[in-house]
């Protein structure tokens, strides 16, 4: 049971235009939800994340949107640069136990020059 | 600050072999370290939560008894997969927690690939 998913397994952007990745999650429970940026062959590195007591967070080039009703966010990066090209992961977290992450399936995201 | 760095970063072995991995926050004290395993093109998994000085935790369909899990202070954790097979094969990554942080906020290693032939 994939408790947060992204539909779209890849994204094609041209340099200067809007990136927006999006996610889905089904646990209501969820209450902290996370961006994750990662390169082959290397760990995830943390973007910028949000509380569900938000509904927008933004952090220089990046938002993330929370929809609670649609149990929906979305990261919109702008503009996109060729070294945003990487695999976006959406995560999730409940303050339950040990608070740990669940993580989508990923989008590979090209920015192209 | 909060860097976690994994070793090896790549191991091949023979399957039936035992392979350790390392796991190290550098700079700060991480009462909690999780495991994951992510597998070409899919999402990074979650294998177990191990917090220092106790038990892991795993999580469904992991099985202890292969993937060993040691949390003997608070900036090193190990896995170890025993008896390794074919189907181990993959991209094995730790995240921490550092001691006082944020309850959502794990910081990530590098990642070791492990190939089993």
């Known amino acids: 049971d994939q408790q947060v998913k992204q539909n779209s397994p890849s994204l094609s952007v041209q340099e200067g235009r809007i990136s927006i990745l999006n996610c889905d999650y089904t646990?209501?429970?969820?209450?902290?939800f996370l961006w994750y940026k990662k390169y082959p062959a290397e760990g995830p590195t943390f973007l910028i994340s949000i509380s569900s007591i938000k509904d927008k967070n933004e952090d220089g080039r990046f938002t993330v949107f929370l929809n609670k009703s649609a149990k929906h966010l979305s990261l919109h990066i702008v503009p996109s640069q060729p070294g945003d090209s990487a695999v976006y992961f959406c995560?999730?977290?409940?303050?339950?136990?040990?608070?740990?992450?669940?993580f989508g399936t990923g989008t590979r995201l090209l920015v192209s020059p | 600050g909060a860097v976690v760095s994994q070793h090896p970063s790549w191991v091949i072995c023979k399957s039936g072999t035992s392979v350790k991995i390392e796991c190290r926050s550098l700079d700060f004290q991480a009462t909690t370290m999780f495991w994951y395993r992510q597998f070409p093109k899919q999402s990074l998994m979650l294998m177990a939560t191990s917090n220092e000085g106790s038990k892991a935790t795993y999580e469904q369909g992991v099985e202890k008894d292969k993937f060993l899990i040691n949390h003997a202070s608070l900036t090193l954790s190990t896995l170890t997969v025993t008896s390794a097979h074919p189907e181990d094969s993959s991209f094995y990554i730790c995240s921490a927690r550092r001691f006082g942080g944020a309850y959502n906020e794990q910081f990530f290693g590098p990642g070791t690939r492990l190939t089993v032939l």
């Open positions: 995560a999730a977290s409940e303050n339950t136990g040990f608070q740990k992450l669940v």
């Open positions: 646990n209501s429970m969820f209450d902290y």
